[in-house]
């Protein structure tokens, strides 16, 4: 059966959007030298890439994403998940009773979904 392994993420400041990243799912970074992946140390998750973008190819950095990464927390420790985030340069753009939409420094969107 296939299996999906890598999520890829252009990024224009690498180690900002994967503090971010690291921060908000719990990851590990690869201690490789010129590698940027992360990957969940529990090995259920996909494995995250960043990728390089160039910051002045403004076109495809304004563009919105096109897929949506949900993180499902515990919803007593969805406010405990929510610092984490901020603290690594994330910003809440909004939320309900039991979402909270986030994005990295660069736009990338994250929903948590706050469940039992």
Known sequence: MPRFAQL???AADIS???????????????PRAGVSDISDPRRLNP????QELDPSDTARRSQRNRIQVELAVPFDLVQTRLATIIAAGGKLLGESA???????????ELMIVGGT
């Open 8 to 10: 890829f993420l252009d």
């Open 16 to 30: 900002a959007v994967r503090a971010f990243w690291l921060a908000a799912l719990g990851y590990t970074a690869d």
């Open 47 to 50: 494995v995250f890439v960043f």
């Open 98 to 108: 039991t979402r909270w939409r986030v994005a990295d420094p660069e736009g990338n």
